[in-house]
């Protein structure tokens, strides 16, 4: 019927999602000299994302990239989606310039991404990692809960449809 063909446009799988936002950020840093490191399985469960959840998470990364690029001015990127039980989790971090976490102020970005992290259930932090002994990144890990059935059958995309 129209009414359920409308209501599946708006729906997507959870992988597709995750290659969109992979060919985002690689175009968003194309050309800047800034190396993009990306880590994500090689194959996630069939789960069905709304528009809502797949918008909030493409713009979460995006404006994480975006803030790296503006304050932090890094060689590097690396962002990680993976899942945790039935946690989504990403993890963008970078190599720039880490002033004290205390000195951050957070503008429209930042609010943005804790609007969206909200809005979808989930939770997030902001920190600075140490890596050895004198590398350090910034790094943003947004968690969000998905509704997966252990019965994946009930989430499975029909791809005739």
């Known amino acids: ?14 992988e597709d999602v995750v290659t969109e936002i992979e060919a985002a950020s690689r175009e968003q ?6 190396k993009l490191e990306w880590s994500s ?3 996630l469960p069939a789960v069905i994302l709304y528009s809502q959840q797949h918008i909030n998470l493409l713009r979460i990364v995006r404006e994480a990239i975006t803030n790296a690029l503006k ?11 993976y899942l945790e039980h039935k946690v989504l989790v990403l993890r963008i971090r970078n190599d720039g310039a880490i002033s004290e976490s205390s000195a951050w102020t957070p503008g429209r970005g930042v609010n943005n991404i804790k609007y969206r ?7 997030h932090e902001w920190g600075i990692e140490q890596v050895g002994k004198n590398k350090q ?3 943003l890990a947004v968690s969000i809960p998905l ?8 989430h499975t995309a029909d791809r005739r449809l």
Request: hydrophobic letters at 45%; glycine letters at 8%; a negative charge.
């Open 1 to 14: 019927s129209p009414v359920k063909a409308a209501a599946l446009a708006d729906l997507a799988l959870l």
């Open 29 to 34: 840093l194309a050309g800047l000299g800034v």
């Open 41 to 43: 399985p090689a194959s």
């Open 71 to 81: 304050h932090a001015h890094p060689e590097n990127i690396m962002v990680e989606i």
């Open 117 to 123: 992290v909200n809005e979808m259930g989930g939770s």
């Open 137 to 139: 990144y910034c790094y």
């Open 147 to 154: 509704s997966i059935s252990d019965d994946l059958e009930t």
